[in-house]
């Protein structure tokens, strides 16, 4: 929602009517979690107000905190951290948020671990119910995996992807002695397994 995703993609970003039809589509057929971000344009707000149109608690929000290059080199990082946080609860409309991770693994040790230590303080004032991490690659997952307070990772993932084999024992591995979910993107490879046309897949 609100962004022109996908290698498939002809029609552009989905107008608001057309969300909340995918939105209500996806809640009638029993869809128990809901994937966004900050950084997904408005589409943390369009799920909130969608939300709180009669669906609270039908799904679980799932969404990413994002930084720029710039807002990580700040003085004042800790107090950043809350804003986004409390902007994110805003535009959600609820006052706690189902499960937030981070955009990339990376932030885990941005300034001596500040963004992650203030999320869980967040988590400890009853603000986020699960904190996790989004990866791109073998290296990001075991790094995630290797965090004790981490209760949900995102991982692409797709049939042709034979990249997280070892990284899949190691999963396995950790939920036998915590509790963990693990929720798998872009299964179809932006829509292009589904797709027909050669020039795409070139």
């Not at 995996?145 to 209760?151: F, I, M, N, R």
Request: proline share 1%; aromatic share 6%.
């Amino acid at each position: 929602l609100s962004l022109e995703y996908g290698i498939t993609n002809k029609d552009g970003k989905p107008t608001r009517n057309e969300s909340i039809k995918i939105l209500t589509t996806a809640l009638r057929a029993k869809v128990t979690s809901i994937d966004t971000a900050s950084a997904y344009g408005d589409s943390e707000k369009i799920i909130g107000e969608f939300m709180t149109s009669g669906f609270s608690g039908r799904s679980d929000i799932i969404t990413k905190i994002f930084f720029t290059n710039e807002e990580l080199k700040q003085t004042s990082l800790k107090e950043l951290v809350s804003i986004k946080v409390y902007q994110t609860l805003i535009k959600l409309k609820t006052n706690q948020i189902d499960t937030l991770l981070l955009h990339r693994v990376d932030y885990l040790n941005v300034q001596e671990n500040v963004i992650w230590e203030t999320l869980l303080t967040l988590k400890s004032e009853g603000l986020i119910s699960k904190l996790g991490v989004s990866v791109q690659n073998n290296e990001e997952a075991i790094l995630a995996l290797d965090v004790d307070a981490v209760e949900h990772i995102q991982m692409p993932f797709n049939i042709l992807d034979w990249r997280w084999n070892d990284v899949i024992k190691k999963i396995e591995a950790v939920k036998e002695i915590k509790k963990l979910t693990v929720h798998c993107r872009s299964v179809f490879l932006q829509g292009l397994l589904l797709a027909s046309d050669s020039l795409l897949w070139k």
